[in-house]
């Protein structure tokens, strides 16, 4: 009985104390955002608070193998007492002699010593078997997105990059009650840019996830080269896409380690004329040790443009027939967006790339722009005839030139000044 509420509550114990490391890591993580708000006052009570759980929970693992071992104690301090008074009774009626006795007492408290140790080793067993229940629980836990089991299919060697999207309709698992994606269909044809654009929280960035089948969708399918993504192998799909994504991961290494994340077989060369054409190449250079400084966690020491232009430069690399660009230059100064925006044609040359862009002069140059809104396709058509046809589309590029007018008017009048 002991036995088993040692072993449960050793997993609960593990548990908060793993509740402890993640709070730890996402503080320390958020430094700056806790300092700029004065938040450390609260957050020094939720650690406390957390802390206290876990030795709360630690504290009741503790106690029920205190009783544990204290019953076994007990149980055999009070076998020898009923063995010294029945053998004292043997002695006094002349049964045995009292070397006999203390022969027997020395050899049964041998026994029951080794039987307090073992009771002992058998709640720290059982702690470790709690503990293990919940490794085995999560080795044991199955990923949705699978290989088919049968009727597998391969991608060719030389995938041109045709898309096609039938009737998607996905909502989020922690939200079944609302469709982030709804009755979408598209078909995107190799070598094609097509931009994504939309108010916030219109799906874009959640397409990208279903198109490299992070999720599958409830109803509708996705084809890559006419052949259902749901029936190849997840690295096989994945191995065509080259993606820049909104909030660029950066990792723990040097600056071309991140480079060659997706292509570790790349050269040195390879590695600088990707940098160059996502002209990180001078920043690089002028860090301590160029291409071989060292970042700190998740790049750490970079500002955010840089970060974009690192994770262009990885995406260069891969060398994917289909582009995904999410956001991906939203941190740039105006210049060096201005700078990527020219490279990028020769980039998306032979390559069919999808870009999601709130700034609508990113995307004017794109062969279609589809329009999405609360998960829906609105509109879709090239920048004019969006203008002339999509309400949505044309209050969007209303009020961003407008503002972008009024920018350079403004920036002209300072000059003048
Ligand atoms: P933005 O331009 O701001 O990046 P978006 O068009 O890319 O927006 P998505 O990130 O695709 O929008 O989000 C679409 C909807 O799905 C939003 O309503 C969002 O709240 C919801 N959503 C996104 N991620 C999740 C998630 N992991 N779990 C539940 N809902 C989510």
Request: proline share 4%; net charge neutral; aromatic share 6%.
């Given at each position: ?22 709070y ?28 206290e ?89 199955k ?15 030389r ?9 998607l ?9 609302s469709?982030a ?53 997840p ?6 896409f ?116 709130h ?34 589309y ?24």
């Amino acid at each position: 009985i002991f036995g088993r509420r040692v072993r449960n509550l050793s997993r609960q114990s593990q548990d908060r104390i793993a509740d402890v490391g993640s709070y730890v890591a996402e503080a320390l993580g958020q430094i700056k955002t806790v300092q700029a708000y004065n938040h450390q006052q609260q957050d020094q009570q939720r650690f406390a608070q957390t802390v206290e759980d876990a030795f709360a929970t630690a504290r009741k693992r503790i106690f029920q193998r205190a009783w544990l071992i204290t019953l076994v104690i007990s149980l055999v301090l009070g076998a020898v007492g009923v063995m010294l008074w029945v053998g004292g009774m043997d002695v006094i009626a002349g049964r045995i002699t009292g070397g006999e006795l203390a022969a027997f007492v020395f050899y049964s408290l041998v026994v029951g010593g080794a039987f307090g140790t073992l009771s002992e080793v058998i709640g720290e067993l059982q702690q470790a078997a709690g503990a293990a229940q919940r490794i085995a629980e999560l080795l044991q836990s199955k990923s949705l997105v699978l290989p088919p089991s049968k009727g597998l299919q391969v991608l060719p060697a030389r995938v041109e990059g045709n898309l096609q999207l039938e009737n998607l309709y996905f909502s989020y698992p922690s939200r079944p009650e609302s469709y982030a994606i709804e009755g979408l269909s598209l078909s995107i044809k190799a070598g094609e840019t097509l931009a994504l654009v939309g108010p916030s929280g219109a799906g874009k960035s959640t397409l990208f996830d279903l198109l490299l089948r992070f999720y599958d969708p409830q109803q509708g399918q996705i084809l890559l080269e006419g052949v259902p993504i749901t029936r190849l192998d997840p690295h096989d799909l994945r191995r065509c896409f080259a993606m820049v994504a909104q909030t660029p991961a950066l990792f723990f290494g040097t600056v071309e380690d991140n480079i060659r994340y997706g292509n570790p077989q790349a050269s040195d060369a390879q590695v600088e004329a990707a940098a160059r054409i996502a002209h990180a190449h001078d920043f690089i250079l002028q860090m301590p040790e160029g291409y071989k400084t060292h970042l700190g966690d998740g790049g750490l020491g970079l500002s955010g443009g840089q970060r974009q232009r690192l994770a262009i430069a990885r995406a260069l690399l891969v060398d994917a027939p289909i582009l995904l660009l999410d956001e991906a230059t939203s941190a740039l100064d105006a210049q060096s967006e201005h700078l990527i925006q020219q490279a990028l044609p020769s980039l998306m040359q032979g390559r069919t790339t999808l870009v999601i862009a709130h700034r609508l002069a990113t995307v004017q140059n794109a062969d279609r722009i589809v329009v999405m809104d609360q998960g829906k396709l609105v509109a879709i058509g090239t920048h004019a005839q969006l203008i002339a046809s999509n309400p949505l589309y044309a209050r969007l590029a209303a009020l961003q030139f407008n503002v972008e007018m009024g920018r350079s008017a403004q920036s002209k009048s300072t000059e003048t000044l």
